[in-house]
């Protein structure tokens, strides 16, 4: 990779050759050139439907969803039980964990600490997308301030 | 074999984008105004039923906004693109041909579904756009790309009809092109109308049945292939490659009359800068520049006055200090005290690629050096943000009196890392 990089990015300096010439020996890397890992594409599926949102609260602790983490939101994603999902209850959105009970929904905070989270039987409960990752910076120097 | 195009487009668009982001907005009356909070440019359904019209200055319906709670937003176009090219990709998995006619409408060729199919398919295409964005749409489906516009039109004005309206269905058609008045149909304005209407043209399918050479001869070509596209013979094909630009405007409204030269070269000379990153972007150059001023016609009781000159430059540039300096020039040549002047702008047309466009002989500019200092410059700006290098004459944005702050703008919530939305784990 770094190989390439070095070989190919300056060809400006050597105008008349379509290859660059080295001295010295080739690297034996160079049959085993790879693409660099794309972090993107790991953790987005589906451009298209993915939100980066910031997360503000300790509610989701034990679903490792930490205060100042971005979540990755997937919009095309339909919930299954376990889900993390970002919910509008009544206008209000928030970060909930997503479970079925036969016919009714049931979201619940995932941090012992919290009461159980209520939810009203007339309540309009619209799920915005499902949580599929988050970003986490570990040194206290990378989050938000 | 027949063809088939759906015009998708986004229900009140920048509305719409902003409600993705903020469930509060969801029943409420949301309007966006213009750049420079100029005028309202997008609407809900609830801010129509308030009385708010398409392009009401801000300043005749602020009080009204207050008193009926409409929630009023400066454009924020970094979203309103992002949110754009999501809704197209999504497009691009249902056609393989769609032309990206604006930010919020797309032509997409159905030619190769089934006649049987393109309703479900539209549907479908509605609701997976909805879902992976959040943004409603309509669609309308026709045989040419005046009735896909003209469905569209149908789907958006008529609810009941689940937001999908299919011309290619003769059973529709026949039921449409009867109960729709001409001036609905794509590209007929003010003037076409009075002349549709005085040869007798009630509905979209009298036009229809006007003599194609009659249209021709009085409404010229374009009058013909009206008529030839509502019988549903194509005359425009889908445009799936941006053609190249031609021209390139850069107009403001200020956010205050401006009365002084020093104001008004400021100004001209930060248009200048927008116009040179434009077109470096485009690897375009331009030898003239169009710079023009007026007053508003809201100041009626005030002198009233217009001017637009035009710059010429030794050879053809897009270098952001040659524009400027020619924007400011053109400023000072016709610049007269005593008028409260409302816009300024700065238009080129015959636009040219750089590489290839003609040396002067005599007056040449050093390309090559201000080549480099232009890459900088843009460098500097992509990371630091648009306005961080800007040439002295423009002046720092939060300096500038004539632009506006966009202090009702949202928060770029999906292109700027500390501008995410927050949602609350609490």
């Known amino acids: 990779m770094l190989a390439a990089a070095i070989t190919y990015s300056s060809p400006a300096a050597l105008p008349m050759l379509a290859r660059p010439v080295r001295a010295g020996f080739p690297s034996p890397a160079d049959d085993f050139i790879e693409q660099a890992i794309d972090l993107q594409s790991l953790l987005i599926a589906n451009r298209a439907a993915t939100f980066l949102v910031r997360v503000a609260g300790d509610s989701m602790l034990l679903a490792q969803l930490f205060d100042g983490d971005i979540a990755i939101v997937d919009r095309s994603l339909s919930p299954t039980d376990g889900d993390v999902v970002v919910v509008d209850v009544d206008g209000e959105r928030s970060f909930k964990v997503w479970s079925r009970r036969g016919h009714r929904v049931r979201l619940a905070f995932a941090n012992p600490r919290f009461p159980e989270f209520e939810l009203s039987p007339d309540a309009v409960v619209e799920v915005w997308g499902v949580v599929s990752g988050s970003v986490s910076p570990r040194r206290r120097s990378a989050r938000r301030a | ?426």
């Open chain 2, 1 to 426: 074999m027949e063809r088939a195009y759906a015009l998708s487009d986004g229900n009140s668009f920048y509305c719409s984008c902003e409600r993705v982001f903020d469930p509060k907005l969801a029943r409420v009356p949301v309007i966006v105004l213009s750049n420079n909070d100029g005028c309202a440019i997008a609407r809900t359904a609830e801010a129509k039923a308030v009385g708010i019209k398409m392009g009401d200055p801000w300043f005749k319906i602020r009080q009204l906004c207050r008193d009926q709670g409409v929630r009023v937003y400066s454009s924020n176009y970094a979203l309103y693109g992002d949110m754009s090219a999501r809704v197209n990709e999504v497009y691009r998995r249902f056609s393989p041909r769609i032309e990206v006619y604006s930010i919020d409408e797309s032509f997409l060729d159905l030619s190769d579904v089934r006649p049987a199919e393109r309703f479900e398919l539209a549907s479908d295409l509605r609701g997976t756009v909805h879902r992976w964005t959040g943004v409603p749409t309509c669609v309308g489906i026709g045989s040419t790309k005046t009735l896909a516009k003209l469905a569209n039109h149908i789907a958006k004005t008529h609810p009941a009809l689940g937001g999908v309206c299919d011309l290619t269905d003769p059973q529709a058609y026949d039921h449409w092109v009867v109960r729709i008045p001409p001036g609905e149909i794509w590209g007929v304005g003010a003037s076409t109308l009075r002349k549709l209407e005085a040869l007798g043209c009630d509905s979209v399918a009298d036009v229809r049945d006007l003599d194609p050479r009659a249209a021709r001869k009085l409404l010229t070509v374009v009058g013909e292939r009206l008529v030839y596209e509502l019988r549903g013979i194509p005359c425009l094909d889908l445009e799936t490659i941006a053609p190249t630009r031609k021209g390139c405007a850069v107009t403001r409204s200020f956010s205050e009359r401006v009365e002084d030269l020093a104001t008004m070269e400021q100004a001209l000379a930060a248009h200048a800068a927008r116009l040179g990153e434009k077109l470096r972007r485009e690897g375009l150059g331009t030898d003239h520049l169009t710079v023009f001023f007026h007053t508003s016609e809201h100041d009626r009781d005030r002198p009233q006055r217009s001017i637009s000159t035009v710059v010429t430059l030794p050879e053809a540039s897009s270098d952001t200090l040659v524009l400027a300096k020619a924007a400011t020039f053109g400023v000072r040549k016709v610049w007269r005290d005593g008028y409260r002047y409302s816009k300024a702008g700065i238009v080129t047309t015959d636009l040219m690629p750089l590489e290839s466009s003609q040396r002067a002989l005599i007056g040449g500019l050093d390309r090559e050096t201000a080549g480099r200092l232009m890459e900088a410059l843009d460098a500097c700006n992509r990371r630091f943000g648009r306005g961080a290098v800007v040439p002295a004459s423009a002046g720092w944005a939060k300096d500038r009196t004539w632009s506006t702050k966009f202090e009702m703008r949202s928060p770029r919530y999906t292109t700027r890392v500390d501008e995410l939305p927050v949602v609350m784990a609490a």
